[in-house]
C-alpha cells in the first residue's frame, strides 16, 4: 500500500440504479475528480512497487509510469497481451485507445471495475493490480472494446479479438452481450457469456460461470442478472431467464428459472434455501445463508 499524505480510496459508493434489459445511456460512474484520484493513486502505488522491487521498474514504467493517462494504460497493456503474429501490439493500440477516447462510458465503467475489485476481493491490496494482474479484469475489458467494435458494425475484428481473448485470458464473452458498471470477475478462468446475455450493475462472478443458452433456438435466449448478484464458481445459468437484484448463486449450481430478488439459491437444478443479504456482490459471503 502506498504510505505518505497521498489520499487515497475509497470513494463514495453509488447506489446502483436498478436492473434493466438496456444499459443507461448515462451511469453513475467516477466523476473527474474521482477519476484523476484514481489515477494518482495508481501512479503512486506503481512508483512504489517500482522501488520496492528492481526486476518489475523496467515492465512497470513500460505499463505504467510512462503513460500519460488510465486509458493509455489499459489500451497499452491490453494490446501487448493479445497482439498476435497476425496483428502486431501497435495497430491493437490504436484500436482500443480510438474506443476508450471515443466512448467515455467504457472508462469510466473500467475504473469502477478496478474499485470493485478492490473493494471485494481480499487479495487485492492495491489498485494497480487488477490492471495489471487479473486476467478476469483484463477479459472485462477485453470485452467492453470488444463491445464497442460490434456496436460499431465492425463484427468481423469483434470476432477476431473474442476468440484471441479467450485464448489468452480463459473466458470467452461474446461481443454482443451487455455489461454494466462495478464487475468482478475473481480469476476469469472458464467464464463463458453468451450473445444476448445482460448483466447489470456492481456484480461479483467467481471463475468457471456460464451463462448461457438452453437450446439451439436463436434470437433472445441468455440470462439477464440484475444489480448487486453474486454468482458463486462454477455455476450455471441457462436460457432466457431473469436473476432479480441481489440475488446469491451457489458454486456449482444449475439455474434454469427466474431467481426472486434477494434470495440465494443453489444445487442442480437450483433452489431457493433462504434470503440473500443486502448486497451480496459486496459483501462476498459464500455460505448458503445470508
Known amino acids: ?108 465503467a473500467m475504473q469502477a471495475d478496478i474499485i470493485a475489485h478492490y473493494q471485494r476481493d481480499p487479495a487485492c491490496d492495491a489498485y494497480y493490480q487488477p490492471l495489471l494482474y487479473y486476467k478476469g479484469f483484463h477479459a472485462v475489458q477485453a470485452h467492453r472494446i470488444n463491445h464497442w467494435l460490434w456496436q460499431h458494425g465492425r463484427k468481423t475484428l469483434a470476432y477476431f479479438l473474442q476468440n484471441r481473448a479467450s485464448e489468452v485470458f480463459g473466458a470467452d464473452i461474446h461481443p454482443a452481450a451487455r455489461f454494466g458498471y462495478g464487475i468482478m470477475v475473481d480469476h476469469g478462468t472458464g467464464l463463458v457469456v453468451g450473445e444476448t446475455a445482460v448483466l447489470g450493475n456492481d456484480i461479483s462472478i467467481l471463475h468457471g460461470v456460464t451463462l448461457g443458452g438452453s437450446g439451439k433456438e436463436s434470437g433472445d435466449r441468455h440470462p439477464k442478472i440484475g444489480d448487486g448478484v453474486m454468482i458463486g464458481a462454477n455455476a450455471s445459468i441457462l436460457g432466457n431467464i431473469r436473476v432479480h437484484e441481489c440475488a446469491k448463486i451457489g458454486a456449482g449450481s444449475v439455474v434454469v428459472e427466474d431467481v426472486p430478488a434477494h434470495t440465494t439459491v443453489v444445487g442442480v437444478p437450483a433452489r431457493a434455501v433462504g434470503q440473500s443479504s443486502a448486497r451480496p456482490s459486496d459483501d462476498m459471503d459464500q455460505s448458503l445463508q445470508a
Open 1 to 108: 500500500m502506498v504510505s505518505g499524505s497521498l489520499h487515497i480510496f475509497p470513494l463514495p459508493r453509488q447506489a446502483a440504479p436498478h436492473f434493466s434489459s438496456r444499459l443507461p445511456e448515462s451511469m453513475t460512474l467516477p466523476d473527474y475528480e474521482s477519476s484523476r484520484t484514481l489515477w494518482q493513486t495508481i501512479l503512486a502505488e506503481t512508483h512504489e512497487a517500482a522501488a520496492g522491487e528492481p526486476m518489475l521498474a523496467s515492465f512497470l514504467h513500460q505499463t505504467v509510469l510512462r503513460h500519460s493517462s488510465l486509458d493509455r494504460v489499459l489500451a497499452f497493456h491490453l494490446s501487448s497481451k493479445l497482439a498476435s503474429p497476425v496483428m502486431d501490439s501497435r495497430a491493437l493500440y490504436e484500436i482500443f485507445f480510438q474506443a476508450l477516447s471515443s466512448d467515455t462510458r467504457i472508462s469510466k
